[in-house]
């Protein structure tokens, strides 16, 4: 599929907890790793929703301030 790869280092201004979802608990503990270093780290799913996200919450600012405007 892809020839080439390049690696993406993100920095988080916040606290960041990729989840696995398995837990049983009320609150979901474990965290998303790697499955031959036990490295933590977040599927690409997660990170593609987030970004499909942005220009929805944009959107909704953007109207916010046109409507305090007028």
Do not use: C, W
Request: charged share 25%; aromatic share 8%.
């Amino acid at each position: 599929m892809f020839e080439q790869g390049r690696i993406l280092f993100l920095y988080a201004e916040s606290p960041l907890h990729p989840g696995t979802g398995t837990a049983l608990g009320p609150v979901d503990l474990p965290i998303q790793r790697e499955r031959h270093t036990g490295f933590p780290t977040i599927q690409a799913s997660g990170i593609k929703g987030v970004f499909r996200d942005i220009p929805r919450s944009l959107r909704k600012r953007f109207k916010k301030i046109k409507e305090d405007i007028n």
